[in-house]
């Protein structure tokens, strides 16, 4: 089967979409023939990855938006505006590369954003979207983690509706052969507006790479071994790590209010890897609730060095 993967994020060695819009084209490249369309940003990297892997059979093509209207990579900002943008150029690219190659299958796997998904449904071959998320709303309960962003709050359940309410996109989500939602709030805010219900499915947004997992080793000792090893570990250090961009919706502030509820005498420590907009805030809440012992903040790491953690 040709397959073309619509990954506009997309690097190896790398976590979030971007493993994600990766790990899907180059698992499936063995037992088919695999194209991809992503940004020109991430050619370099990808290029000297093909070339020291020696994979020879995947196929990328580049496409962006002009140079001139790019403010995000001049500026940092305006990234949901950019994957918007982006969308137009890599339209115009998919369909010339359609056109030549007619692929069986086109599959949307990047941004995972279900208010982004294209335009590719207007060609005429079989279509999969997703995995896709970003319908979930702060619960009431919780409103009083947003009360500083609520404008957001309030801009981003405007969007929401604006974009399910739309004809064109209604079209183009029961266009697909498939739509993979992320967590159930995505899926229960999408599933009544596709029509043939059975293809809308519940599928994780999370890449693995299977050779960074190692499998567990059967030591082959007694229950009594266990027990005592058990006994031992509980003067053990319990480390937690979470990695993401600190904003708001994340929960982070939630995560510390909970951990203030926790004896400070327990053994354990919270690694918060990462950067954002909430990173300063985040800091002065740990030590007004004094958790410097049991909370550390590492900024941003590469891949790499998040595997080492």
């Known amino acids: 089967m040709r397959i073309l ?8 060695c790398a976590g979030s979409d971007e493993g994600l819009g990766w790990l899907w084209p180059f698992y499936m490249r063995n037992d ?39 403010f995000y990579y001049k500026t940092g900002k305006g990234f949901l505006a950019y994957q918007k943008l982006w969308q137009y150029p890599a339209y115009g690219m998919i369909k010339k590369l359609h ?12 941004t995972t954003d279900f208010r982004l998904i294209g335009f590719v449904y207007k060609l005429d071959t079989h279509y999969i979207l997703g995995p896709l998320g970003g319908a979930q709303q702060t619960p009431a309960y919780l409103r009083d983690y947003t009360k500083n962003n609520s404008r957001e709050e309030k801009m981003r359940a405007l969007i ?37 219900k059975e293809r ?18 059967d030591t082959g000792r007694q229950k009594t071994d266990r027990k005592t090893d058990s006994i031992a570990d509980q003067d053990k250090v319990m480390t937690f790590i979470w990695s993401g961009r600190m904003v708001y919706r994340k929960g982070l502030e939630l995560l510390l209010d909970a951990l203030d509820c926790i004896d400070r005498k327990l053994p354990y420590k919270v690694v918060l890897c990462g950067e954002g907009p909430e990173m300063e805030h985040l800091k002065e809440l740990s030590r007004e609730k004094r958790l410097e012992g049991h909370i550390s903040f ?8 998040m595997q080492k953690n």
């Open 32 to 70: 088919h023939e695999v194209y991809v369309v992503t940004r020109k940003d991430r050619k370099p990297q990808i290029e000297r990855y093909l070339k020291d892997q020696n994979i020879t059979n995947m196929r990328f093509f580049y496409c962006d938006i002009p140079d001139w209207m790019n």
């Open 5 to 12: 993967y619509y990954s506009f994020s997309c690097a190896p």
């Open 160 to 196: 929401n509706r604006l974009t399910i309410s739309n004809p064109g996109y209604q079209k183009a989500i029961n266009k697909a052969d498939y739509i993979f939602l992320a967590n159930k709030e995505t899926y229960q805010y999408i599933y009544p507006y596709i029509k043939e």
């Open 298 to 305: 590492t900024g941003q790491l590469t891949y790499e060095k």
């Open 200 to 217: 809308c499915r519940l599928l994780l947004d999370i890449a693995i790479d299977k050779s960074k997992i190692s499998p567990g080793e």
């Open 99 to 110: 056109k030549k190659y007619q692929f069986d299958l086109i599959h949307h796997v990047s």
